[in-house]
């Protein structure tokens, strides 16, 4: 499902925030990143969205080699992955629902399909009463949540979660556990960068480490 082999990622400045990074994901699997702040976890999850290329190795995700995919492939690339970026990426101008809906809007679902599951992801996260909200007048915490909708709306294969508890207290970082735990258990291959040690120690997931660019524990 995740395949990293050899793969390194050097800066154009030359920093090489990723060396001989080889680790293996199964299709179903619920992993957690984890690092201290500078140790590549966006890097390699930037590597993992088709955001951006391996300098040298192979990054295979989904069947698709990253490095060699056309310009032209990559949208279709990016439709199969979730993702939840540690800034968010709301778009300010429109509401939590369309920001939501976005994915499905993108993919050219109709706008009564995309409205009912826009709607029901919405509730699932707890958000239910915000719908019509625009990202500045709501909190962090249900911005992230926002995100974390607009990740999931589309069924993906792959879920990447930069952070998603980062903005949360403890009681709303165990309720987006048990969100991403149920998406899992419904079949998505789940891939989480945390620096919640506490979450980490409670759960039986696997860890993969990395510091400095590489990785200390698979
Ligand atoms: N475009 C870039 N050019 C040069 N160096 C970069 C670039 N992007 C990131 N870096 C460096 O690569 C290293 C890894 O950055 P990255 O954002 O992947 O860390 P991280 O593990 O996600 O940290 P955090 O926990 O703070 O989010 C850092 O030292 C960062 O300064
Ligand atoms: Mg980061």
């Known amino acids: 499902m995740i395949t990293f082999a050899h793969a390194y990622k050097v800066f154009p400045n030359g920093y090489q925030g990723l060396r001989d990074i080889n680790f293996k994901i199964d299709k179903g699997e619920f992993v957690f990143l984890t690092g201290p702040s500078g140790?590549?976890?966006?890097?390699?999850?930037?590597?993992i969205s088709g955001f951006d290329r391996p300098s040298s190795g192979l990054v295979e995700v989904l069947g698709s080699e990253v490095a060699t995919l056309k310009n032209v492939q990559i949208p279709h690339f990016r439709r199969r992955i979730g993702v939840i970026y540690q800034d968010f990426r709301l778009l300010r101008d429109?509401?939590?629902?369309?920001?939501?809906?976005?994915?499905?809007?993108?993919?050219?679902d109709s706008a009564g399909a995309i409205d009912?599951?826009?709607?029901e992801i919405l509730q699932t996260v707890g958000l239910g009463f915000r719908m019509d909200s625009y990202p500045d007048e709501i909190s962090g915490g249900e911005q992230q949540r926002v995100a974390?909708?607009?990740?999931?709306?589309h069924h993906p294969g792959v879920?990447?979660?930069d952070e998603p508890t980062g903005n949360l207290d403890q009681d709303m970082?165990?309720?987006?556990?048990?969100?991403?735990e149920a998406v899992?258990?419904?079949g998505t291959t789940v891939f989480v960068a945390t620096h919640d040690t506490e979450l980490i120690r409670k759960r039986p997931f696997r860890v993969i480490?990395?510091?400095?660019?590489?990785?200390?524990?698979?």
């Open 209 to 218: 480490e990395i510091n400095d660019g590489q990785v200390v524990r698979s």
């Open 94 to 108: 429109r509401t939590v629902l369309q920001n939501v809906a976005m994915p499905l809007l993108v993919r050219g």
């Open 159 to 161: 879920l990447i979660a």
């Open 116 to 119: 009912r599951r826009a709607r």
């Open 148 to 153: 974390i909708a607009r990740a999931l709306i």
């Open 39 to 47: 140790a590549g976890k966006t890097t390699l999850f930037r590597l």
């Open 173 to 180: 970082s165990v309720e987006i556990f048990r969100l991403l």
């Open 184 to 186: 899992n258990a419904q």
